[in-house]
């Protein structure tokens, strides 16, 4: 007989070897909540988001207790994004001046040091050369605080440097195949790559600037140039276990070439001060078993280190990105399904 009864609120806590810290989640009550590590409620923001996102004081003015969100409830039909105070006010928004006059935000969003807010949108679009039908191209705008539009970059119209071959879109746009309401390639990451050891060291494709995706469907990570919009770093979507089974390998001791990723969530680069920085760590959500792994960004492409299986985080469970923390420690939320929010050590 399966269980009934499931656990809530704090399950694990070791306050020895957690990182003691506070915890900011969206959750499907359309609301976001902020809580210690008992699990009590420190704040609670009336509305939701995807994700909901602390604005670093440092990139606004000293401020304390702001978040980026939505001001919508339904995560896929997003028109305005919105900047809340701690007291709950919106202070910003910025939907209606969008193309198509509505955000359409999905998966995540980011304040920029300039004050501007990079936002992951979609925008369904004719794209003669694929479908006669409407597509759902994802886009990334750069908003100045005045509602400003000043940059935008499609995927769709960069397909082809992002590795998806023609014959690749007929299978991303075959509705027996996948759900085409998730867009082309269902980007669900955009992270900003900020000061980092690969830049310092010379290679400008890792300027603080460029901005990291990857696609969940097109199953590949890339860097983005801002200056330019091309794809300047990739891995994916074809690895050498991609046709051949016998050449995958999900389990085993680390450090080990990078076979695969499959379905993965918030590809992002550790930050500098962290441990691995420079690593780019990611969900690789439908792999077998579930983990998380973090791999090299410097050509050498290896994995380096990846969590051990967690029931609660399962195939499609994991949409959030887990903030590398300082000592070591990895902390993962899971809102979509299971409602999970684990912290691994390294």
């Known amino acids: 007989m399966p269980p009934s009864v499931y ?14 810290c506070y915890v900011l989640f969206d959750g499907r009550d359309d609301r976001g909540h902020l809580i210690d590590m008992n699990g009590n409620v420190v704040k609670s923001y009336p509305y939701s988001g995807w994700p909901i996102e ?69 925008f369904p679009r004719v794209v003669p050369e694929i479908s006669d039908e409407p597509v759902r191209d994802q886009n990334i705008y750069e908003v100045t605080p005045q509602g400003e539009l000043i940059w935008q970059w499609s995927a769709v119209d960069h397909r082809e440097q992002l590795g998806i071959a ?15 309401r998730n867009g082309l ?42 200056s330019t919009g091309d794809t300047v770093w990739l891995t994916g979507p074809n690895y050498p276990g991609s046709q051949d089974m016998s050449k995958r390998k999900f389990t085993g001791a680390v450090p080990r070439p990078l076979d695969q990723t499959c379905g993965q969530h918030d590809a992002h680069l550790i930050p ?13 959500n439908a792999a077998i078993p579930v983990g998380r792994r973090s791999i090299t960004s410097y050509g050498r492409q ?20 887990p903030p590398v ?13 299971s409602g999970a929010c684990p912290m691994a050590t390294r």
């Open 272 to 284: 500098d001060g962290c441990p691995g920085a420079g690593n780019i760590l990611l969900f690789d």
């Open 185 to 226: 390639l269902a980007l669900n990451n955009m992270h900003p790559l900020g000061p980092n050891k690969w830049y310092r060291a010379g290679d400008e494709r890792f300027h603080p600037d460029n901005i990291m995706i990857d696609s969940r469907d097109g199953n590949f990570i890339a860097i983005i140039e801002k």
């Open 54 to 122: 602390m604005i670093d004081p440092a990139d606004h003015d000293g401020k304390k207790g702001h978040v980026l969100g939505q001001k919508e409830p339904d995560a896929f039909n997003n028109e305005n994004v919105i900047e809340m105070d701690w007291d709950s006010n919106i202070v910003w928004e910025w939907g209606k001046d969008a193309p198509g006059g509505k955000a359409g935000q999905d998966h995540d969003l980011a304040r920029l040091p300039n004050g501007n807010t990079l936002i992951l949108g979609y």
């Open 302 to 321: 290896r994995v380096f280190w990846r969590s051990i299986p967690i029931p609660a985080i399962s195939s499609g469970s994991m949409m959030r990105r």
């Open 166 to 180: 023609p014959e690749d879109i007929g299978l991303l746009l075959d509705p027996k195949v996948r759900n085409r």
């Open 7 to 20: 656990p809530t609120g704090v399950t694990i806590y070791d306050p020895d070897k957690a990182y003691n």
């Open 325 to 337: 923390i300082r000592y070591g420690r990895s902390l993962a939320i899971s809102w979509a399904v």
